[in-house]
């Protein structure tokens, strides 16, 4: 009881010395602030965000300010986006294809033997560029968009909801008739469904030879190139996912109604990175250097730094300590695992100690009221009796 007065008492008094303390940004909602963002691509510090009925805006700070990029686009319905070299290429919903060379300073129609004009999906390799489309399969070019060639042998569908290039391999997933990879341009397509048991694909994203798949029913991953497949969606809370993306050893999900997930281990186990993201829906994702991008289906583009990510636990595996709940808003939990707890310090991300209490009883669990602590992240470094160990949590 005493520990829990003294702790009190010391949180008030730091709590007025941090009201002026920055704490690092969770998620922020950009300026783009209103609108279904359909799709988004970081391409050479520039975010370009395809929205349904206002067309592409363009952010070359990321995301803090805004430009509508529309000039020669007569169809504001934005569907998918990707880059090959310095030109940008647009899908719309059935306007078919437009290319810009100039960062969306103006764009061109190029539809030149589509025969389908609603497209579902954008990717590009060095060889070309690659569109899906709603009712005509796949279709390539080989001269930026000048001209268009339906590439389908193989494929046992015309609707091609996602496509992925790695290297010269490309990936298309079929609604209803899961994914396919072609070597040679599309000239023959095979089948790479092993193990994917849901066969509406929505997002495919490709890092080496590691893969995720993204349906309608959770994450499947591949470590041989979509040669077979399981099923990754522990930690999950949602399983209706629109849209993968990754950086580094980590994967982002974006899932229809919970929010975006992140996995750091090949989708062993996924963790909620939705803390202040006010939108659930995310219909689509970017990264750039700095910054994780969440398109919405109503609220326009929010942004997460990177340095945020991954922020749930230092020494997870192994550890004799556990923070629960994290984040948390009112209180944790130390708890020890077979040890006991001689002291423990708080610290914010300056470093400075903001909390330090001896432990009269070593008992677990240990409660810390953080009630009036700033929402931001904070350190906390436990010493118990196995030795010294160091956690993150976050304060919502």
């Known amino acids: 009881m005493k520990a829990k007065i003294l702790l009190i008492t010391t949180l008030l008094t730091f709590y007025f010395q941090l009201l002026t303390f920055n704490c690092a940004a969770q998620w922020q909602q950009t300026s783009l602030d209103s609108g279904e963002i359909y799709t988004m691509l970081y391409s050479n510090s520039n975010i370009f965000a395809g929205t349904q009925g206002n067309g592409i805006f363009l952010s070359t700070d990321d995301g803090s300010t805004w430009t509508q990029v529309n000039t020669g686009i007569a169809n504001p319905y934005i569907t998918a986006l990707t880059v090959s070299g310095t030109d940008i290429f647009a899908g719309t919903d059935g306007a078919g294809v437009y290319m810009s060379s100039n960062n969306g300073g103006n764009w061109t129609q190029v539809n030149s033997g589509l025969t389908s004009t609603i497209i579902l999906s954008l990717a590009a390799n060095s060889s070309g560029i690659f569109a899906g489309t709603s009712g005509g399969g796949v279709f390539y070019s080989s001269n930026e968009g000048t001209s268009w060639n339906a590439v389908n042998t193989g494929l046992p569908g015309n609707d091609i909801t996602a496509l992925a290039a790695n290297g010269n391999t490309i990936y298309a997933g079929i609604d209803g008739n899961g994914e396919y990879m072609t070597v040679n341009n599309g000239s023959i397509w095979a089948a790479v469904n092993t193990g994917l048991t849901d066969n509406d694909v929505l997002a495919i994203d490709v890092n080496g030879s590691s893969m995720f798949t993204g349906t309608g029913n959770g994450i499947y991953y591949s470590a041989n190139n979509g040669t077979s497949w399981s099923a990754a969606n522990t930690g999950l ?3 209706d996912i629109n849209a993968i993306a990754a950086s580094g050893s980590y994967t982002f999900a974006g899932t ?14 996924w963790e909620s990175l939705s803390w202040k993201l006010a939108q659930n829906a995310i219909l689509s994702l970017t990264v750039s250097s700095t910054y994780l991008f969440a398109g919405t289906d109503s609220g326009g583009v929010w942004k997460l730094p990177l340095s945020q990510v991954g922020i749930k636990e ?22 020890g695992n077979q040890c006991s707890v001689i002291s423990l310090t708080i610290y914010n991300l300056l470093g400075e100690s903001l909390y330090n209490l001896p432990i009269t009883d070593y008992h677990s669990p240990i409660t810390v009221n953080i009630t009036d602590m700033p929402s ?5 470094q436990v010493k118990t009796d196995k030795g010294l160990e160091v956690k993150k949590f976050m304060k919502e």
């Open 237 to 239: 809370t949602n399983m």
């Open 256 to 269: 229809n109604g919970g929010g975006v997930f992140s996995s750091s281990n090949n989708g062993t186990k």
């Open 314 to 335: 230092i020494n997870e595996n192994g550890s004799n300590i556990r923070v629960y709940p994290n984040p948390a808003s009112e209180e944790i939990q130390v708890i």
């Open 376 to 380: 931001g992240i904070y350190t906390i």
